[in-house]
T-cell receptor
Framework: AQSVTQLGSHVSVSEGALVLLRCNYS??????LFWYVQYPNQGLQLLLK????ATLVKGINGFEAEFKKSETSFHLTKPSAHMSDAAEYFC???????????WGAGTKLIIKP | NAGVTQTPKFQVLKTGQSMTLQCAQD?????MSWYRQDPGMGLRLIHY???????DQGEVPNGYNVSRSTTEDFPLRLLSAAPSQTSVYFC??????????FGDGTRLSIL
């Protein structure tokens, strides 16, 4: 069975610092991997996704993620945090022909001035 | 271009009442889905549809019904509301059978 683990329910970084949000997954077949962002009182928005091909994926708002098969990881990074990045971030995995996504519990990103 | 529209935004029900959460999209996406979001649990898929006339169960379908008579609409029906169904409900649409666009959610409280 597939599963997703996001390390840290809350991550706090200073404005201008590196953002690193961790996501590890388990899957017995090659996965599709996703990161979504949710701003307060809003729905989720797709940030980026990995399906096949290049393992470094660039998304919106300057975020990127790298698929590392050997580490079963898909960590989300941004070189320089901005106050507007404060939100909750969700990692999700889809494996096989099943249309369902398995979701992590989410990580709230806090940006300190 | 409205994207994904969910109504109502807020609703309070009494235990045992029924209601329908509406979801409409104007992007002509074949895939539509309903999720519930509870604190610390991420999102859980309730039901989904890969096209008009086609629906299937997700992870937590009990107590909910759906239908998909048109591409645009995908209503979620609570048959007999229970306090355990207090949650925030999101409708999502997309291509390639994955959620890409979410509505702003319906916040539902069951007393």
């Amino acid at each position: 069975a597939q599963s997703v683990t996001q390390l840290g329910s809350h991550v706090s970084v200073s404005e201008g610092a590196l953002v690193l949000l961790r996501c590890n997954y388990s899957s017995s077949v090659p996965p599709y991997l996703f990161w979504y962002v949710q701003y307060p009182n809003q729905g989720l928005q797709l940030l980026l996704k990995y399906t096949t091909g290049a393992t470094l994926v660039k998304g919106i708002n300057g975020f990127e993620a790298e698929f590392k098969k050997s580490e079963t990881s898909f960590h989300l990074t941004k070189p320089s945090a901005h106050m507007s990045d404060a939100a909750e971030y969700f990692c999700a995995v889809r494996a096989g022909s099943n249309y369902q996504l398995i979701w992590g519990a989410g990580t709230k990103l806090i940006i300190k001035p | 271009n409205a994207g994904v529209t969910q109504t109502p935004k807020f609703q309070v029900l009494k235990t045992g009442q029924s209601m329908t959460l509406q979801c409409a999209q104007d992007m002509n996406h074949e895939y539509m889905s309903w999720y519930r979001q509870d604190p610390g649990m991420g999102l859980r898929l309730i039901h989904y549809s890969v096209g008009a006339g086609i629906t299937d169960q997700g992870e937590v379908p009990n107590g909910y019904n759906v239908s998909r008579s048109t591409t645009e609409d995908f209503p979620l029906r609570l048959l007999s509301a229970a306090p355990s169904q207090t949650s925030v409900y999101f409708c999502a649409t997309g291509t390639d059978n994955q959620p890409q666009h979410f509505g702003d959610g319906t916040r539902l409280s069951i007393l």
